[in-house]
């Protein structure tokens, strides 16, 4: 005998499925957008993943900042891995941090997304041009990572109103029970 899932769980696992499918989606488009055109564009992919482990536990996070940091690589042409040690490392943090601290504003994610987006950039240029002491590597730094790094920030805002809209329609809402209601109301009289 087979027992049916409640309607509401069937719900929740289609909004779920969905709400994942249109983030690797976007993840794809984002992929897509810095395999084409020229050489100065945002590394968009940083803010798609930030923003992904805001509203995620720490699993889904770590998993989509592996993704996507094996995506920044293929699609830079950099150490295989590098990038994606680098995004797991940030998602988690970003998603303890906003589990813990922080609430879902847009202006303490764009604050977020452009400390570790500089953090990324810093790294790349310190590891791949400086630590091998290239002449005048420096005009590398402000003619590219530096403008880079600005594009990511810009780009960040886009990324955070798409995946926003995604997560207003398909992310699941929090139900409290009548207990759960009543003590917080007891606390906030007090």
């Not at 699993?59 to 797991?88: E, K, P």
């Not at 002491?133 to 594009?151: M, Q």
Request: charged share 15%.
């Amino acid at each position: 005998m087979r027992i049916k899932p409640t309607r509401e769980k069937r719900i929740l696992f289609f909004k779920t499925f969905f709400r994942w499918l249109l983030y690797y989606v976007v993840i794809y488009s984002g992929f897509i957008f810095m395999t084409s055109g020229t050489l100065l564009k945002p590394v968009i992919l940083i803010p798609t993943a930030l923003y992904i482990a805001v509203n995620n536990n720490i699993y889904a996070s770590a998993v989509t900042g592996a993704l996507c940091g094996l995506l920044i690589d293929i699609s830079c042409n950099r150490l295989f891995g590098y990038n994606a040690v680098l995004l797991v490392i940030f998602c988690v943090i970003v998603s303890l941090i906003y589990e813990f601290y922080l609430r879902d504003k847009f202006v303490s994610f764009i604050f977020i997304s452009a400390v570790v987006s500089y953090i990324q950039c810093i790294l790349d240029y310190k590891f791949y041009y400086q630590i091998w002491k290239y002449e005048d590597s420096e005009i590398i730094y402000h003619e590219y990572t530096l403008k880079i790094w600005a594009y990511t920030v810009i780009s960040s805002f886009f990324v955070c109103i798409v995946i926003r809209i995604i997560n207003h329609f398909l992310m699941p809402k929090n139900h409290f029970t009548i207990e759960e209601t009543i003590r917080s109301g007891e606390r906030q009289q007090r």
